[in-house]
């Protein structure tokens, strides 16, 4: 039997769609709402960490990439282990600023650090920046198509924003 067009649409109405500022996308947990949308939680906190960086990357001009821990609730630990996280565990994400205003966030690894209670230290973090640089750094993301593609590229092939 054949969807109209309207219950199509309104099918379509309760899809989740990236959350844009500027031309900076969010990755969103799997927490979501009753509706199927991302929760508002996980919208206020991928908020939270952009103007973040934003912040950073004005006071460091020169800077393109930027490595620090995740915010609670930024990105989810499934995508290193299934098992929840150690209390002393942290996601290190590292940001890259392909173009000015468009920035990614990839949680890259999960550093442990000496107490539950602890941050990530300096150091810890400069390792993870090396570690990184030493890599290919790139930002696999999977397209419309079910491709693997390189993000930060894509990002870096828009054109300038006028």
């Not at 990357?57 to 282990?81: I, K, Q």
């Not at 890259?96 to 973090?125: D, H, K």
Request: with cysteine; hydrophobic share 35%; net charge positive.
């Amino acid at each position: 039997m054949a969807v109209s067009r309207t219950r199509k649409k309104k099918k379509n109405q309760n899809r989740t769609n990236p959350v844009w500022e500027g031309r900076t996308v969010y990755g969103m947990s799997t927490d979501l709402a009753a509706d199927g949308c991302p929760s508002s939680r996980n919208m206020a906190v991928g908020q939270r960490a952009a103007e973040a960086d934003r912040v950073w990357f004005d006071r460091n001009p020169g800077a393109s990439v930027r490595v620090r821990e995740a915010l609670p609730g930024e990105h989810d630990h499934r995508a290193f282990d299934p098992k929840p996280l150690a209390p002393n565990q942290k996601i290190a994400v590292v940001v890259v600023q392909a173009a000015p205003g468009r920035r990614t966030r990839i949680p890259f690894t999960v550093v442990t650090t000496s107490t539950a209670g602890a941050a990530i230290s300096p150091r810890q973090l400069e390792e993870v920046r090396a570690e990184w640089e030493s890599g290919d750094q790139t930002a696999p993301l999977t397209n419309q198509d079910g491709l693997v593609v390189d993000g930060l590229a894509l990002m870096r092939a828009l054109p300038p924003r006028g």
